[in-house]
């Protein structure tokens, strides 16, 4: 158990749709990564945010956003779902902003029909 | 443009079947490199930094090795609970974000 905690696990929606995913960090952790995978891309690098300020944005889409709040909890936020943003999406979390051994949370499985 | 590329894709081993596994980057001014393990229907589990060639990890039967071009994770005497996807990383000239590879998929047999 890395200590970061995702929910949902699974969701599964329609096109078109708007989803929120939510991860906790680790206690003490300050800075917080999204990373999507699918089987064909990997793992991609979204955004990450260190204590409430966005620090580094990656290859995230416009119709994608995310925050994080003043507990430190992080939310990403999927509008106008394309059947493309099934994945399973990841949360990662690091003590400081500038280290690359992250703790991954057990994902969120997005299935869009 | 592949900052990282992983082979193979695949890799099947007999327990106690010693074999490496390569990343090659193709950054300049390497911040760090990183290895972790995935297993099925788990998040990536940190296991190694690297920071500059020449540089060796090690733990357990696992050892992490990084020259100008390329990491090598070698597998000693690998047992079946050593099976798992094996992903290198790289830190990107312009930031700290992880670039990752697509993974090496290992299959240990008894």
């Known amino acids: 158990d890395s200590g970061v905690t995702q929910t949902p696990k699974h969701l599964i929606t329609a096109t078109g749709q708007r989803v929120t995913l939510r991860c906790s960090p680790r206690?003490?952790?300050?800075?917080v990564y999204w990373y999507q995978q699918s089987l064909d891309q990997g793992l991609q690098f979204l955004i990450q945010?260190?204590?409430?300020?966005?620090?580094a944005k990656g290859n995230i889409l416009e119709r994608f956003s995310a925050q994080q709040f003043p507990d430190l909890h992080s939310e990403l936020n999927l509008s106008s779902l394309e059947l493309g943003d099934s994945a399973l999406y990841f949360c990662?979390?690091?003590?400081?902003?500038?280290?690359?051994?992250?703790?991954f949370g057990e994902g969120s499985r997005l299935t869009v029909l | 443009e592949d900052q990282v590329t992983q082979s193979p894709e695949a890799l099947r081993l007999q327990e106690g079947e010693s074999s490496s596994l390569n990343c090659s980057y193709t950054?300049?001014?390497?911040?760090?490199l990183f290895w972790y393990r995935q297993d099925p229907g788990k998040g990536p589990e940190f296991l190694f930094t690297?920071?500059?060639a020449g540089e060796e990890k090690e733990k357990e039967r696992l050892k992490a090795t990084l020259t100008k071009k390329e990491s090598f994770l070698h597998i000693t005497a690998p047992k079946p609970e050593d099976s798992a996807t094996y992903l290198c990383a790289v830190q990107v000239p312009s930031g700290y974000a992880l670039n990752f590879g697509k993974g090496t998929s290992l299959l240990v047999t008894p």
């Open positions: 690297l920071y500059s």
């Open positions: 950054v300049s001014g390497l911040r760090g």
């Open positions: 945010y260190y204590n409430g300020e966005e620090r």
């Open positions: 990662a979390s690091s003590v400081v902003w500038d280290t690359g051994e992250l703790f």
């Open positions: 206690s003490g952790d300050l800075s």
